[in-house]
T-cell receptor, first 114, second 115 residues
Framework: AQKVTQAQTEISVVEKEDVTLDCVYE???????LFWYKQPPSGELVFLIR??????QNEISGRYSWNFQKSTSSFNFTITASQVVDSAVYFC???????????FGQGTELSVKP | EAGVAQSPRYKIIEKRQSVAFWCNPI?????LYWYQQILGQGPKLLIQ????????DSQLPKDRFSAERLKGVDSTLKIQPAKLEDSAVYLC?????????????FGAGTRLSVL
């Protein structure tokens, strides 16, 4: 069975703090894809990053970075020097190689206070 | 480039009434998805179209939900009759193709409240 677990339901930080959002996935497939989306209060899911199962290279994009570790089935997301605009619900998702639906975790609600 | 368009943004109905949601995907995107997002949960797929054919509707409650994508472009999702547990946000997404690495782009969703 395919499953995504985001154990942190809510996180609250003060602006400029670093924060890491955890994502653990389960799959029997050897080829799969992982995604992170951001859902601000407006409701639209905004794509942040995708990774295929053969690419364990970490990625940095500005204040955002992602750490993919197949050994622990984790794909964690770190925001450095958080800002109030980062406040949103963040979703990790898994997808089969053959395509089709995204399997989402429960989401982590991040609140960044000034 | 225009994003995924959905309407209406909000809808309030009473149980047993009917409701319809509309989605216009990004131009050129062959694959269209409808997801249901219940408050506090991640989105769950209801139905996936490839052009105007259904690829996956295994999670669609077919006794009350229906969807169509005529001409392989825009799509309509209907609920008839609605139940209280249908209160949720209905998200439409599209992608260039249905294979795994393709990015799904989402619309702003329709928030449905069933009273």
């Amino acid at each position: 069975a395919q499953k995504v677990t985001q154990a942190q339901t809510e996180i609250s930080v003060v602006e400029k703090e670093d924060v890491t959002l955890d994502c653990v996935y389960e799959t029997r497939d050897t080829t799969y894809y992982l995604f992170w989306y951001k859902q601000p209060p407006s409701g639209e899911l905004v794509f942040l990053i995708r990774r295929n199962s053969f690419d364990e290279q970490n990625e940095i994009s500005g204040r955002y970075s992602w750490n993919f570790q197949k050994s622990t089935s984790s794909f964690n997301f770190t925001i450095t020097a958080s800002q109030v605009v980062d406040s949103a619900v963040y979703f990790c998702a898994l997808r089969y190689n053959q395509g089709g639906k995204l399997i989402f975790g429960q989401g982590t609600e991040l609140s960044v206070k000034p | 480039e225009a994003g995924v368009a959905q309407s209406p943004r909000y809808k309030i109905i009473e149980k047993r009434q009917s409701v319809a949601f509309w989605c216009n995907p990004i131009s050129g995107h062959a694959t269209l998805y409808w997801y249901q997002q219940i408050l506090g949960q991640g989105p769950k797929l209801l139905i996936q179209f490839q052009n105007n054919g259904v690829v996956d509707d295994s999670q669609l409650p077919k006794d009350r939900f229906s969807a169509e994508r005529l001409k392989g472009v825009d799509s309509t999702l209907k609920i008839q009759p609605a139940k209280l547990e249908d209160s949720a946000v209905y998200l439409c997404a599209s992608s260039l193709a249905g294979t795994g690495f393709n990015i799904q782009y989402f619309g702003a969703g329709t928030r449905l409240s069933v009273l």
